[in-house]
């Protein structure tokens, strides 16, 4: 189902939270929404899903505008908050039956929920009470009452905040099969958990968008930052740390240290636009050493967020 977002403002005061910001998200598209504390990320969803009004601007999913038409909107929508609405003395099977009876859902009531149980694989606590429920368990129960009513857009905030490692996994798994079958917003101040999950990226800083594109576009688009690892066989770590220093271009040398017996690996970074690996190849030669390895770093969506922000910053954006 898709969602259009046309010129929405959000302002508190002379503040805007969110300042023209327009975007389109195709049927079955994951899309990571990414920026800073305080960038707008929040205030977006929170207006997507009907629980603010825009000052300016519309937001339609499925054709629908949320302001003309909120109830029916609101159906077409499983929200998973930062902090997820549960009742911690309820069991699994008793909120997620009030929830139902909530939304006022038409389809048969135990095998609907089962179903979802099964899907984030809640089904063996299902008796259980919530608050004895780890925080990673109580995160997917959220997710269950997000699915019920088997709405065909998720907007998930921060999804993954205060789990451990493998319960992100695990939350990062379930969200790509839920692509498959809706269609997907991810905010998150996780860069790697966007970059694991998502197709495309919209990049938000002071309320307003700085980047929108596909997840390996964006990685293509911002890929040169001059960052050469080269593992060199010598004896002497000093000796070849000082003859990288000194090939013209070089703006910065880090040691790495031994990763294969013999050789010494180094983070060679240059100026901008400056090609030094043909230098490095013949002063490695000269000196008798062997080159094993020489590659360009890719850029990481880390480097991206921060060359973004940092430019969109500096051209004075509203705080």
């Known amino acids: ?18 300042d023209d910001i327009s975007f389109e998200i195709k049927e079955g598209q994951i899309v990571g929404f990414l920026g800073p504390n305080g960038a707008g990320k929040t205030t977006t969803m929170n207006i997507l899903t009907g629980y603010l009004s825009a000052s300016e601007g519309s937001c339609k999913i499925g054709g629908k505008d ?3 038409e909120p109830y029916e909107v609101k159906k077409l929508i499983g929200y998973l908050p ?32 089962e179903s979802i149980c099964r899907l984030v694989k809640i089904d063996h606590v299902y008796k259980r009470v919530i608050q004895n ?16 009513g088997n709405p065909p857009v998720l907007i998930l ?17 379930l969200i790509k099969r839920l692509g498959e079958s809706h269609t997907v917003i ?31 576009n964006l990685t293509s688009e911002f890929g040169n930052i001059n960052k050469l690892t080269v593992r060199i066989m010598a004896t002497d770590e000093s000796a070849v740390f000082k003859t990288l220093s000194k090939i013209p271009g070089t703006k910065k040398v880090s040691a790495l240290g031994v990763k294969e017996t013999g050789s010494f690996d180094f983070e ?3 100026d901008d636009g400056a090609d030094i690996r043909n230098e490095i190849v013949k002063r490695v030669l000269e000196r008798g050493w062997q080159l094993l390895m020489i590659r360009a770093q890719e850029a990481t969506l880390e480097d991206i967020f921060i060359k973004l922000v940092n430019t969109n910053s500096n051209k004075g954006g509203k705080k």
């Open 66 to 68: 949320i302001l003309d």
């Open 268 to 270: 060679v970074e240059s």
């Open 82 to 113: 930062e902090q997820p609405p549960l009742y911690h003395q309820m069991t699994v099977e008793e909120y997620l039956k009030f929830i139902f009876d909530l939304k006022k859902v038409k389809l048969p009531k135990d095998e609907h929920i």
């Open 186 to 216: 991810l905010s998150s101040h996780i860069l790697s958990e966007v970059q694991a999950v998502c197709d495309r990226i919209i990049i938000i800083n002071n309320g307003k968008i700085v980047t929108d594109s596909g997840a390996e």
């Open 1 to 18: 189902m898709t969602i259009e977002v046309k010129n929405l403002t959000k302002r508190y005061g002379q503040n805007k939270a969110v």
């Open 133 to 148: 429920l780890s925080k990673g368990y109580k995160q997917r129960v959220g997710i269950a009452q997000a699915l019920i």
């Open 157 to 173: 905030d921060e999804p993954t905040v205060g789990l451990d490692p493998n319960q992100i996994i695990e939350i990062r798994s």
